[in-house]
Nanobody
Framework: QVQLVESGGGLVRPGGSLRLSCAASGSFFSIYDMGWYRQSPGKQRELAATITSGGTTNYTDSVKGRFTISRDNAKNTVYLQQTSLKSEDTGVYYC??????????????WGQGTQVTVAS
């Protein structure tokens, strides 16, 4: 059974940076696509970034050029490097996973979330 644990959130000023981490337990991490969702009060949950089992990345327009998702399969860990942070990036960030190469797969594995607050 896969478990995901996020860390690295915190309070930063606008323009600052954070590096979020998501540690996965269990076997077969390398065959999962991974992503980072974020949830802000009053807004819909948004899929901010994804990385496939093969390393292909994708980002929502609002974070392109500022966020970088990566993975280290040897450590069963996925990262989200956040730079040039804005107040609108504030929210709870969740790590999620799904089986790769399946058209109907869902994001069925979730972490507990880590809070990111961007404020002066």
């Amino acid at each position: 059974q896969v478990q995901l644990v996020e860390s690295g959130g915190g309070l930063v000023r606008p323009g600052g940076s954070l590096r979020l981490s998501c540690a996965a337990s269990g076997s077969f991490f390398s065959i999962y696509d991974m992503g980072w969702y974020r949830q802000s009060p009053g807004k819909q949950r948004e899929l901010a970034a994804t990385i496939t089992s093969g390393g292909t990345t994708n980002y929502t327009d609002s974070v392109k050029g500022r966020f970088t998702i990566s993975r280290d399969n040897a450590k069963n860990t996925v990262y989200l490097q956040q730079t040039s942070l804005k107040s609108e990036d504030t929210g709870v960030y969740y790590c999620a996973g799904k089986l790769a190469n399946l058209s109907l797969a869902i994001w069925g594995y979730w972490g507990q979330g880590t809070q990111v607050t961007v404020a002066s």
